[in-house]
Structure formats: C-alpha cells, structure tokens
C-alpha cells in the first residue's frame, strides 16, 4: 500500500495563495490517480480536484476552478495543489488520497478512495 503525507498548510489572507504537497512512499506512486478533498468543521469531506496516474487528467470543483492547479512529479513522488485567490470559505483541513492502482483516473467521490493521508490546515483570514 502507499502512505501519504501532506504538508503546506498554513495562515493566510483572503486574495492569497498555498501550495500544498502530498508525498507518497510505500508503492510506485505513479500506479495511483490522486484527489484532493477538504472538510470544513460541523461540514462533509468535500472533493477538491483530482489528477490522473499520468497526470494529464484533471478535474476540479466548480468551487476552485481556476483558482486552484493540481499537478503531480512522479519522479519525486508528489502531488501539488496549488491555490491561489483563496477565500474565507476555502477553509479547512485539505486531504490527499490516492486511489488503488485498478484505477488511472481519479473520482469525485470520497469512497473511490484507498488510502488517505493525515490532513493539513489551511485557514483564510479576512
């Protein structure tokens, strides 16, 4: 199996930007389409976006798109979310997942999932 690990969290204003990493070891990360989701206290796991095993798939929700980029470096075994123009309501904790290797595109759904990393915090002030 793969372990994930995601860093980048933080404080910042509205109108600023994150880039969020989620690392992966264990397995050949490249087998594995990602997906970002994010869960907002007293709310649902929400789907963010989500990349292919090759990273040329993607897919957002309406709420970060063109606002957020996810991109992926199989050679260093890690996916990006990049945010920008964040907005009070992007708060949450953001979670990577990774979906098991049958698989080489991601999902909007949080079930279509295998293996979940920690989290990270992001909060956006005013």
């Known amino acids: 199996q793969v372990q994930l690990l995601e860093s980048g969290g933080g404080l910042v204003q509205a109108g600023g930007s994150l880039r969020l990493s989620c690392a992966a070891s264990g397995r050949t990360f490249s087998n594995y389409a990602v997906g970002w989701f994010r869960q907002a206290p007293g709310k649902e796991r929400e789907f963010v976006a989500t990349i292919?095993?090759?990273?040329?798939?993607?897919?957002?929700?309406?709420?970060?798109?063109?606002?957020?980029?996810?991109?992926?470096?199989?050679?260093?075994?890690?996916?990006?979310?990049?945010?920008?123009?964040?907005?009070?309501?992007?708060?949450?904790?953001?979670?990577?997942?990774?979906?098991?290797?049958?698989?080489?595109?991601?999902?909007?759904?949080r079930n279509a999932y295998d293996y979940w990393g920690q989290g990270t915090q992001v909060t956006v002030s005013s």
């Open 52 to 109: 292919s095993r090759n990273g040329i798939s993607t897919y957002y929700a309406d709420s970060v798109k063109g606002r957020f980029t996810i991109s992926r470096v199989n050679a260093k075994n890690t996916v990006y979310l990049q945010m920008n123009s964040l907005k009070l309501e992007d708060t949450a904790v953001y979670y990577c997942a990774a979906r098991a290797p049958t698989y080489s595109t991601g999902s909007y759904y």
